[in-house]
């Protein structure tokens, strides 16, 4: 399950209600999916689409998305940092960026036009949808691994542009999982870098 924080704020929200009421006020759709039963950790591409192909249809006529695929990266994977480099500082897309984790775990964090920064760590069973120009920046967890369904109104458009505000830098792209910490201690880290 997610863990939303609004770091200003010092706020940890775990329940899947709560996450995505607070998200969808900032725009942001979240839901939480149960996982493939048929699915593991070493399940390939086809057999991860085909095991959620229906419910793929559905996100992609919900969102008119054309096409989806299946990213999947670990610590082993060439060029890994390079790769994460064009995501972990604050960017926009022209498109939905619209994942669904399988494996693995992820940090985003959103940076709303109404609201806060928000770090929202994703873990399989996790859907988000970030709106087209929504600011935002990505990070793996500890592990270094994901594995997620992707989708694209137009994988061309999937572009980041960047607005080097820098302020990636002010937010430690720490993962505080259930796997991890228990919720009590998880409130009581402070956020370093936080002006
Ligand atoms: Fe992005």
New binding site residues.
């Given amino acids: 399950m997610a863990v939303l924080t609004i770091i200003e704020e010092s706020r940890t929200i775990r329940d899947e209600r709560e996450i995505r009421q607070h998200l969808a006020s900032t725009g942001i759709e979240y839901e939480h999916w149960d996982l493939a039963p048929q699915i593991d950790q070493n399940s390939d591409a086809d057999a991860i689409l085909s095991a959620y192909a229906e419910r793929i249809e559905r996100v992609k006529h919900q969102g008119g998305y054309r096409k989806v695929d299946v990213i999947n990266v670990n610590s082993s994977t060439p060029g890994l940092d390079a790769m994460l480099s064009k995501?972990s500082t604050e960017?926009?897309?022209d498109e939905d960026?619209v994942r669904f984790t399988v494996h693995g775990r992820g940090l985003y964090h959103v940076h709303p036009q109404n609201g806060p920064v928000m770090a929202l760590e994703v873990e399989p069973g996790d859907m988000i949808r970030?709106p087209r120009g929504t600011l935002?920046?990505?990070d793996l967890c500890g592990e270094r691994e994901i594995k997620a369904i992707r989708f694209f109104q137009d994988p061309a458009g999937?572009t980041?542009y960047y607005t080097e505000s820098e302020l990636e830098k002010q937010f430690e792209p720490v993962c505080f999982g259930q796997s991890h910490l228990p919720p009590e201690k998880v409130t009581a880290i402070p956020w370093p870098g936080v002006k």
Avoid: N, S
């Fill in positions: 995501f960017h926009w897309h960026e970030v935002h920046w990505f999937w980041p």
